[in-house]
């Protein structure tokens, strides 16, 4: 028997991204964002509110994009709770911020996964926007590389953030196979 829950909408498990930029005086920020993902094989789109990371997108018209890890909760929940208008995010992380060669962006060095990105759309303002921007570049760790060059999530562990119970899972484990699994159903 299935029962109602009315319009609650976010019953699936998001990925959680860490999202960085420089502001205008080249301070580096980040923040944690659940309602973002990759809207092609090229593309990032993601939505946020009134955020310092806002205000640094639309003027700088580049971001960074690292998708927490495991290895990284702590400093992935900061990034969410803390907001950059008051503290210096990244000096209080103690995390490693360096400049992008492609975006005029950071990259957060503990995280093993960052695509940099440069913006093409903003439906929005620095009060809140969804934004697409175009992957100019992805730089990879290699201890989450498999053997066959691609990233192998069960090394990567990356994290989900389930919002029906606000809390953060790990993804990891191979159920099945795109295009094959289903075949015994043809």
């Keep these: 028997m299935k029962k109602s829950l009315g319009d609650m909408g976010e019953l699936f498990p998001q990925s959680v991204f860490i999202i960085a930029s420089y502001d205008e005086d080249g301070i580096p ?15 990032i789109c993601f939505n946020i509110g009134d ?28 990034f969410g709770i803390a907001t950059g208008t008051k503290v210096n995010k990244a ?8 400049r992008s060669e492609h975006v005029d962006a950071p990259v957060i060095e503990e ?37 066959d060059g691609k ?17 953060y899972r790990v993804v990891g484990d191979e159920v099945g196979f795109a295009w094959k699994t289903g075949k015994e159903l043809m």
């Design 29 to 43: 920020n980040a923040m944690n964002a659940a309602w973002a993902g990759e809207c092609t094989r090229h593309e």
């Design 51 to 78: 955020h310092k990371t806002t205000a640094n997108i639309v003027k700088k018209g580049a971001f960074t994009v690292a998708p927490a890890d495991l290895a990284n909760v702590v400093s992935a929940d900061y």
């Design 91 to 98: 000096e209080q992380s103690g995390l490693t911020f360096t």
């Design 111 to 147: 995280y093993p996964l960052t695509m940099e990105c440069e913006v093409t759309s903003i439906d929005g303002d620095e009060h809140g926007a969804r934004v697409v921007g175009r992957i100019v570049n992805v730089l990879v760790d290699e201890k989450i590389l498999g053997e």
């Design 151 to 167: 990233v192998d999530f069960g090394k990567f562990k990356p994290l989900v953030y389930d919002s029906s119970h606000m809390s």
